[in-house]
């Protein structure tokens, strides 16, 4: 039996780029900000990224979620960037917000978008009733693969 994998990112099988699958028989998770799948290609090496939080470069965290979110995505491509890595190059994302409920996800998906366009990587949100330091209202880790 064969199974075929539709893909909206075509990679072939020498590329090193990973390959987004969003099959036709789901729901498009694409206007919520993510993919259902992303393949790894074989002999990539991948690196993992620990959570990034609102903190900017002070240490300072404001109390709005929204100014959280937007920083903790600034210290991500900023991470991504000390490892010489760019945001089409994570596969994968932890999502975790504190006292999550729907009017957070406009939020979250307008600055997944942002950083991320069209090459969407897998995505899993966690609510979660606090962080690791109290006033943190959400953080993000990353899965990235480098040639």
Do not use: W
């Given at each position: 039996?064969t199974i075929a994998i539709p893909t909206t990112t075509a990679a072939s099988e020498t590329s090193?780029?990973?390959?987004?699958?969003?099959?036709?028989?789901?729901?498009?998770?694409?206007?919520?900000?993510?993919?259902?799948?992303?393949?790894?290609?074989?002999?990539?090496?991948?690196?993992?990224?620990?959570?990034?939080?609102?903190?900017?470069?002070?240490?300072?965290?404001?109390?709005?979620?929204?100014?959280?979110?937007?920083?903790?995505?600034?210290?991500?491509?900023?991470?991504?960037?000390?490892?010489?890595?760019?945001?089409?190059?994570?596969?994968?994302?932890?999502?975790?917000?504190?006292?999550?409920?729907?009017?957070?996800?406009?939020?979250?998906?307008?600055?997944?978008?942002?950083?991320?366009?069209?090459?969407?990587p897998a995505q899993t949100l966690v609510p979660v009733p606090r962080l690791a330091i109290d006033?943190?209202?959400?953080?993000?880790?990353?899965?990235?693969?480098?040639?």
């Amino acid at each position: 039996m064969t199974i075929a994998i539709p893909t909206t990112t075509a990679a072939s099988e020498t590329s090193s780029r990973p390959s987004i699958i969003n099959p036709p028989n789901l729901s498009d998770p694409t206007p919520h900000g993510y993919s259902t799948a992303v393949l790894v290609p074989a002999g990539v090496r991948m690196a993992f990224l620990s959570g990034q939080g609102g903190h900017d470069a002070t240490g300072g965290l404001s109390a709005d979620f929204a100014t959280q979110v937007k920083q903790a995505y600034a210290n991500l491509g900023t991470a991504l960037e000390g490892i010489g890595a760019r945001p089409d190059q994570v596969v994968k994302l932890t999502v975790y917000v504190v006292d999550h409920d729907m009017s957070k996800l406009a939020v979250l998906t307008e600055c997944v978008k942002a950083m991320f366009g069209k090459t969407l990587p897998a995505q899993t949100l966690v609510p979660v009733p606090r962080l690791a330091i109290d006033p943190m209202l959400f953080e993000v880790e990353a899965v990235v693969v480098l040639p």
